[in-house]
């Protein structure tokens, strides 16, 4: 799963964003099957920044907010801090400024 979480990163890297996303949903589906909340959580924070390059606004929202939530349950405060920045600037783009405020400040209360 692992292996499929970086070869996702890498496909980002390199604009191959159907490639990208094949890989890290089957990488989410694999943590989630061995109950590694963590993994799970980055693979989903990857796919979130994929839907945004691709301006695919409510998935890229909803799988970071999934991956704000996990990385909260396992205690990551840098991946939490990393979600809600992304967030913030998924937000900000949209033009949906009080959102993009409030996730951001939480990103830096953390």
């Known amino acids: 799963a692992d292996d499929l979480q970086m070869l996702g990163d890498l496909y980002i890297a390199h604009n191959e964003l159907p490639s990208a996303e094949q890989a890290l949903k089957s990488a989410v589906t694999l943590h989630h099957q061995v109950h590694d909340t963590l993994g799970e959580a980055h693979d989903l924070h990857s796919l979130g920044d994929l839907y945004f390059r691709r301006n695919e606004a409510s998935y890229a929202e909803e799988v970071l907010k999934k ?44």
């Open 67 to 110: 991956a704000v939530e996990l990385h909260r349950e396992a205690q990551d405060v840098s991946g939490e801090t990393s979600d809600l920045t992304l967030l913030g600037d998924l937000y900000y783009h949209a033009n949906q400024l009080d959102k993009a405020v409030e996730a951001l400040e939480r990103a830096y209360e953390l």
